[in-house]
């Protein structure tokens, strides 16, 4: 669990770099969106299934991304995580903020698919 809350902490720091294209930035958010959203694919409720999509989904999310990039660059922002000491309210307004965005992006994306 200390490891995937590295890899987030990272996600965030890869976000806002600047040497990282725009394109690069679409996955990150995407991941920790989901991560961080109160919403899940399969509601937690439903026994096995309900905490399965998070073990899948969130380290194949994570997988995309470190191929997608530099190596060195992952490493880098992994680095940086595991010194970094982001508070919880610091990081919890980034999530939400990012929560926030996803789902608006999602009621536009249905909203001119329907119309």
């Known amino acids: 669990m200390?490891?995937?809350k590295t890899q987030l902490i990272a996600l965030s720091l890869l976000y806002r770099r600047s040497d990282v294209a725009w394109y690069?930035?679409?996955l990150p958010v995407l991941v920790l969106a989901y991560a961080l959203s109160p919403i899940d694919l399969i509601p937690d409720f439903i026994p096995i299934l309900g905490y399965l999509d998070d073990l899948i989904l969130?380290?194949?999310?994570?997988y995309l991304i470190i191929k997608s990039?530099?190596?060195d660059l992952w490493q880098e922002c992994m680095l940086l995580a595991e010194e970094s000491e982001l508070r919880p309210s610091k990081f919890?307004?980034?999530g939400f903020m990012l929560v926030i965005l996803f789902y608006g992006f999602l009621v536009y994306l249905i909203?001119?698919?329907v119309t």
Do not use: A, E
Request: net charge positive; no cysteine.
């Open 2 to 4: 200390k490891k995937l």
């Open 58 to 62: 969130l380290p194949f999310g994570i």
């Open 92 to 94: 919890g307004w980034i």
């Open 69 to 71: 990039i530099p190596r």
């Open 111 to 113: 909203y001119t698919l």
């Open 24 to 26: 690069k930035k679409i």
